[in-house]
């Protein structure tokens, strides 16, 4: 999951995010420093998760519809 950090004054931060809480966020840059920034009034922090179409399926997804597939690839054997 990638992570930017915009402070209410100052340049932005990017980076893989390592942790986050409600008074951190760590991150490791593109020279594969590790970061880490104090939450403050009016800092933004946008994550970026490659695979949240994956976990929103996930959340749609039911058992029986997981076993029909499970089922049908059985059957291309």
Do not use: C, W
């Not at 998760?49 to 749609?60: I, K, N, S, Y």
Request: aromatic share 4%.
């Amino acid at each position: 999951m990638t992570v930017t950090v915009t402070p209410a004054a100052g340049a932005a931060l990017s980076g893989v995010l390592v942790q986050e809480d409600d008074f951190f966020v760590t991150l490791r840059d593109a020279a594969n420093n590790v970061r880490v920034v104090r939450r403050t009034p009016g800092m933004k922090v946008v994550r970026t998760d490659p695979l949240q179409a994956h976990h929103e399926l996930l959340d749609r997804i039911s058992d029986k519809n997981i076993h029909d597939l499970l089922a049908y690839l059985e059957t291309l054997k």
